[in-house]
């Protein structure tokens, strides 16, 4: 009996203790997991504010309002991994230099195509940052609803995949409606490598930057 | 209705990049074979499909549908072209009601029945969409291939053919005879209804609502016929889901950065 006894009471507290630990390690991921997902929504709701400053700041000049836009994007895109994303296994074939390069025009392309989007803000939009994901990765996928304004009549979702680096949640890739830009460009760069070769991706970008550029100056 | 708009119109649309179907392989300077491309397997017809592409694109966009579209917006406020299209997608309603039943999906059926009944009548033969205004009954598109994909059939190899815009697998195209009957607001296939050609109008008010978003993504692209099959693909698998999050995560390898890559420089 004692025997008994002494060894339910030494099994209790250790199985207990167990529990205990379980509990409280699961509480501890629970709250790391809920902080990463509301980290990143600060960090999105910090773009969108100044984002929304810049906008509604009507004594800026259009240069001058795309030149601050784009350092807000700088600061909370990050670019180098996007750039590796966007060309995957291709990567390899490029050297550090022209991966750099690479990067450097592709930050002026979306810089010149998607910069006049926002010519058509009206100030009477709405942007609503909802739930947040946390990804197998790590990774968070924070949504955004954009209504009103110059949005459609239904509204239009965007959800943005944010990878911390350093302490500081940056964009790695826009999803309007569900269709990943990452995904987008990176179909069309291996179109580019298969057809055309990797030496060309590079040119390829720099024309088409060329002449955005000299129909942009032309108006 | 945004993205079928946009999947429409982006049929219609150019090629800036013709010639890079017929252009040859680069061949390593070794001249051993390369590799098939990676997307081989989704898009073994790219020499026909860039054809196709610059068909609908660079010939009938820019010399028919894209000219008449702006016409089109110079004389209607948006308004008129919003409950346009309206108008037409209510009369897909067959295919709205039909194609969940068959997907095993009958409370989507019961929303399409709300939805035609109520638009139908107090919302002025679909040309308002009451429905979802005041009821919440929100519109969600379906077709024969989207049934067939929720019943585990793959998408097959990406296809573009003339005019016949948004069959963008061989599975979808396996689809169109049903949707012709069913989405009646989609199709060629009821003469009767629209004897007066109200199918151009309603394809030319359909690429006008798409035009802004089409001028974006052209001027977005590096090469148009590769971004427009990817938007088409993402998009067309998002409607399979219905919106919902998919279960698991395919894409995972996408966000993934093998720094391995780094070190065989």
Redesign the interface.
Known sequence: MTSTRSTRAKIFPSSAAAALAALLLAAAFGARADGEVAAAKVSLQHTVDETLAILNDKSLARDARLQRLENIALDHFDFPKMTQLVLGKNRAQLSEAEQHEFMEEFRQHLSLTYGKQFDKYTANEKIEIGDGRLESNKDVTVRMRITGGSAPADGVRIDYRMRANADKWLVIDVIPEGVSMVQNFRSQVQEIVTQKGVSQLIQTLHEKNAERAQSANAY | ???RVTRLALGLCACA?FA?AT?Q??SSPEGAPVPP???AATDPFQGFNRAMFWVNNSVLDRFFYGPLAHGWICITPLTVR?HMEQFFDNLNFPGYFVQPLLQGDPKQSGVALGRFAINTTVGLVGIFDPANHYLGLARRSEDMGQTFGVWGIPPGPYLVLPLLAPRTSVRDLAGFPVDCVLNVGDSYCWPWLAPYGETMVRDINRRALADAQLK?GR?????W???A???YL??RA?EIRN?E?PTE?P??D?????ES?NL??
């Open positions: 209705m945004t993205e990049f890079c252009a392989p680069p491309p990676a997307d919003v974006a001027e977005a692209s590096l090469d016929y590769a971004s099959r990817d938007f993402q998009s998002i919106g999050e995560a894409s995972d996408l966000y993934q950065i093998d890559e065989s420089e």
